[in-house]
């Protein structure tokens, strides 16, 4: 009469466990995802899974996003690759997208990156638009660059196709907006919540690591 109560006891015990190791539900296309209608990655995937956020400094939505990001990334497994792409949609996002590819052109991007963001939201010291090569060169100035070699990488040829490039993928995944995930060049997320869209990716990246396909 006593083993009954004793199995219930334990079932009960462990059922917590049991709800915690349940998988979690795979995503739904048109829910959680959708299929780009033009696939590429950004860059040649050489054997890595991509994982391209596109974003842009000026973007509230960005900055908060970013270190819940960042620390996501940084945990991310050596087959992953995760590509900051600036969002290229003309105007004052042009400016900050060229002030990105400058600052990868002279070594700082992966510094300063979080700084920029601060200094837009946060201290105020970079305005949102109409932002001047000399005040992107002041501010890049704090990470040891001569004010005179970032102007120069900011005008130069190489900043100029960066900048296309991340148009062009822009223009082919058609993001609604920032910040946007895309894997693989292939499902460009729609989590609801920051939270969300990580978990998303995750399954995502897990899919594609299955499937093989890193070429």
């Not at 009469?1 to 349940?22: E, Y």
């Not at 959680?32 to 939505?61: M, N, Q, R, S, W």
């Not at 979080?114 to 200094?119: E, I, P, T, Y």
């Not at 060169?137 to 196709?161: H, I, K, M, N």
Request: hydrophobic share 45%.
């Amino acid at each position: 009469m006593k083993l009954f109560p004793r199995l219930l006891l334990m079932l009960l015990a462990t059922a917590p466990l049991l709800v915690w190791a349940a998988p979690a539900a795979a995503p739904v296309e048109g829910q959680d995802y959708e299929l780009i209608a033009e696939p590429g990655p950004f860059a040649p995937l050489a054997g890595k899974i991509e994982v391209v956020e596109i974003f842009g400094y000026t973007c509230p939505h960005c900055a908060h996003f970013e270190p819940q990001l960042a620390a996501w990334a940084a945990k991310l497994p050596a087959d992953v690759r995760f590509t900051p792409v600036p969002a290229a949609f003309g105007g004052y996002w042009d400016s900050y997208a060229r002030a990105f590819y400058a600052a990868e052109q002279v070594g700082v991007a992966k510094r300063s990156h979080a700084d920029v963001f601060k200094a837009l939201h946060e201290q105020h010291s970079l305005p949102a638009q109409n932002v001047s090569p000399d005040e992107l060169a002041t501010f890049y100035s704090q990470y040891g660059v001569q004010p005179q070699r970032y102007v120069e990488a900011l005008r130069s040829q190489q900043v100029d196709d960066k900048v296309k490039n991340a148009r062009a993928f822009a223009v082919r995944v058609r993001p609604p907006g920032t910040p946007a995930l895309i894997i693989n060049g292939k499902y460009l997320v729609k989590g609801k919540t920051f939270d969300d869209n990580l978990r998303i990716a995750d399954a995502l990246v897990a899919r594609e690591r299955s499937s093989g396909n890193r070429r």
